[in-house]
């Protein structure tokens, strides 16, 4: 059984940087499709980006591209979610999780990035923008 743990989180001023690290155990995490999902204080949990195994593509939510990126080590079992120029609006609890479902050729297709799709979860990191 794959597992996740998230790490990375902090209070960063506006404008500013983060880096988040996903690390799985259990499981082989470049062969799975992996997301990024966040929830803000009294929001639902939305999906940030995704990257699809076996050396799928990345998708991003249209209001973050540009911004956000992410990425894989596979050697670390690892993805990361590279975030720039912070705003106040991505204060949340950041996720990461894995969609189990799926042949090696459908894993390669990260999307939909919905919370009914992926259902393997970290704990969450908090992120606080604010200066």
């Known amino acids: 059984q794959v597992q996740l743990v998230e790490s990375g989180g902090g209070l960063v001023q506006p404008g500013g940087s983060l880096r988040l690290s996903c690390t799985a155990s259990?499981?082989?995490?470049?062969?799975?499709?992996v997301a990024w999902f966040r929830q803000a204080p009294g929001e639902e949990r939305e999906g940030v980006t995704c990257?699809?195994?076996?050396?799928?593509?990345?998708s991003y939510a249209d209001s973050l591209e540009g911004r956000f990126s992410m990425a894989r080590d596979n050697t670390k079992n690892t993805v990361y979610l590279e975030m720039n120029s912070l705003e106040p609006e991505d204060t949340a609890v950041y996720y990461c999780a894995v969609k189990r479902a799926g042949t090696r050729w459908q894993q390669t297709d990260c999307r939909p990035m919905s919370t009914s799709v992926y259902d393997v979860w970290g704990q969450g990191t908090r992120v606080t923008v604010s200066s």
């Open positions: 990257i699809g195994g076996s050396g799928g593509g990345t």
């Open positions: 259990g499981g082989i995490l470049g062969y799975y499709a």
